[in-house]
Nanobody, 123 residues
């Protein structure tokens, strides 16, 4: 069993930055694809970014390309999401996800989800 715990959310003004982290425990996630998804009020959970098991290949939703960067440190069993130039449209609960396949759009085949961390961007 894997537990994923997100951290780093909060309130930020438009144009600001936040760095989310997702720490895994219980077992190593070094063989899992990892990613981030988000869910805004009244909307379905959507894919944001993903990184393959070795950290070489990344993918992003069009809405965050050029602003967000996903990375992972398998030695620390941790995944990060650097979010820059945030806009109010980025306001959502951000969830960390682990998959033995891929993390993509729409989110499916996810083996483990974190509990989520709130990101609020004020205008």
């Amino acid at each position: 069993q894997v537990q994923l715990v997100e951290a780093g959310g909060g309130l930020v003004q438009a144009g600001g930055s936040l760095r989310l982290s997702c720490a895994a425990s219980g077992r190593t996630v070094s063989t899992y694809a990892m990613g981030w998804c988000r869910q805004a009020p009244g909307k379905e959970r959507e894919f944001v970014a993903a990184v393959n098991w070795i950290g070489v290949r990344t993918s992003y939703a069009d809405s965050v390309k050029g602003r967000f960067t996903i990375s992972r440190d398998n030695a620390k069993n941790t995944v990060y999401l650097q979010m820059n130039t945030l806009t109010p449209e980025d306001t959502a609960v951000y969830y960390c996800a682990a998959s033995l396949g891929t993390v993509s759009s729409p989110p499916s085949g996810i083996s483990y989800w974190g509990q989520g961390t709130q990101v609020t961007v004020s205008s």
